[in-house]
Structure formats: structure tokens, C-alpha cells
């Protein structure tokens, strides 16, 4: 068994290869590593270089290797060991993080959002299904478009810029403003889902030069018990129909 000592050896004095113990004189911090100035008994001193960390004044265990050259002892290489019983390992500082991206916040969100609006006044026609939380029809557009066989991929936007996507046979180029009829559902994690089952050009109901409004009774979309202060507004992209079923007279 062998018996361990405090003290640095002298390989010159046995002359052959093997594990040796010396004396940690400096450390040099490499790119990726650490250069050891190592001394043993007689003072004469070795130089290697290891990845793991350890304090000048302690002990190291290494791997000597000798040649003779013109009848002489030389030193060949000098490795450090691995595993150390001696010395005692320093740990590495831990990397810094990278740090986070500062959160915008809501004031900030909605002042980037309104002018993105800005720069997009169209935008402004289109709905919000996510808004609303309701299903039903609302004007989007056309965001991208791919052809696959016979029918055609959308993608449609909506005034917050997300995007759905949408099947139809019918070809609309990027650009154009569509009513889509939407179907939005809670998730179980309480998210809505939101989605698009079908697509049609929209024509906008303007007074558009040259456009003639048909004449007809202006009280046939009116039914008792209700006035025009009942009516409810639609939001901005959403879009309704009114249906009228005429009534016989009752005797």
C-alpha cells in the first residue's frame, strides 16, 4: 500500500516514467483550461495544462514521461491526472444567463398596436372574433393564399392581425376584404378557439358614386314593439342580415 506524504517527489531521482507528485507554483487561465507551473523536490520545474481548476501551493498528481537524450534524463510530457486525492478541485463560477427581454408594457403595447392600426387604416373594417367571444360572420382579409388541386388555402386576418386559416374553391387575391363565418369555442384551459368554416368576397354596403339604393317600404323591417333607440349597433367587421316574414292580417 502506498503510503502518502505532503511532499512533492523527485522523478529524477528514480529516472523512470510513472505518477509522480508536484507542487502547483502558478496558475495561468487559458481559453479552455488552465496552464500549471509545476516544481517537484529538487525544484525543478515541469509545465502542463488541464481543464479542471486547482489553488498554487497544493499537490498534483501526474503522469511523467522520460526519454534520455546524449545519455541524459529529459522530460517528455507532463499530464495531470484526472482523478486528485490531494488537491482540491475549485468549481467553475456558473455561466451568466442570458438576460430577458424587457416586458412592454400595456400602455406601451397599445401605442405600437394603434400604430400599426395607423399605418393600416383598413384594418379598421375588419372584426375581432376574439373581441367579441362570440360566433358568427366577420369581415376579414385575405393575408396569403396558396393553390392545392382544385381549391385554394387562405389565410385570413382579422383587426388584431391573427390569422386563420380557411379552405374554399373559389380563387380571392392577397388583399381582399371577405365575410367569414367564424366559430369560436372555449378551450378546457379557458383560451377561446377560434376558427373559420367558410368564405365569401364582401360587398361593402357604402354610398358608393354611381350606386342606386333600391326604393321600398321604409317601415317593412319594423315590428311592433320595437323602435329604432332598440336596435343594437354592429361593432366595426361584423356583419347581420335581417330577414322579414310578412304576416297575414287576422280577422
Request: overall charge positive; some cysteine; glycine content about 6%.
Amino acid at each position: 500500500m502506498d503510503i502518502i506524504t505532503h511532499t512533492p517527489d523527485a522523478p529524477f531521482r528514480s529516472g523512470a516514467s510513472g505518477k509522480y507528485k508536484l507542487l502547483i507554483k502558478d496558475v495561468t487561465p487559458k481559453f479552455n483550461g488552465y496552464e500549471y507551473l509545476l516544481v517537484d523536490a529538487d525544484g525543478k520545474e515541469y509545465n502542463s495544462v488541464a481543464k479542471e481548476h486547482y489553488s498554487p501551493g497544493e499537490l498534483l498528481r501526474c503522469i511523467i514521461t522520460f526519454i534520455v537524450v546524449n545519455a541524459r534524463f529529459v522530460v517528455s510530457s507532463t499530464a495531470v491526472c484526472k482523478k486528485q486525492d490531494l488537491a482540491t478541485l475549485i468549481p467553475e463560477p456558473p455561466k451568466p444567463q442570458p438576460r430577458p427581454k424587457p416586458e412592454v408594457k400595456t400602455k406601451e403595447k397599445a401605442k405600437i398596436s394603434k400604430k400599426k392600426a395607423d399605418a393600416d387604416p383598413e384594418r379598421k373594417r375588419l372584426g375581432d372574433p376574439k373581441l367579441k367571444g362570440v360566433s358568427g360572420n366577420y369581415v376579414l382579409r385575405v393575408a396569403a393564399v396558396e393553390q392545392t388541386d382544385e381549391a385554394y388555402s387562405y389565410k385570413v386576418e382579422d383587426a388584431k392581425g391573427r390569422q386563420y386559416d380557411v379552405q374554399s374553391k373559389h380563387p380571392y387575391s392577397v388583399g381582399t376584404i371577405v365575410d367569414c363565418k367564424m366559430s369560436v369555442t372555449n378551450a378546457p384551459s379557458g383560451a377561446l378557439r377560434v376558427s373559420v368554416s367558410t368564405i365569401k368576397k364582401h360587398i361593402p354596403k357604402t354610398n358608393q358614386p354611381g350606386h342606386k339604393h333600391k326604393r321600398g317600404n321604409p317601415l317593412k323591417n319594423w315590428h311592433p314593439g320595437s323602435s329604432s333607440h332598440d336596435w343594437p349597433s354592429p361593432g366595426t367587421g361584423d356583419r347581420f342580415q335581417l330577414i322579414y316574414t310578412p304576416m297575414g292580417n287576422k280577422r
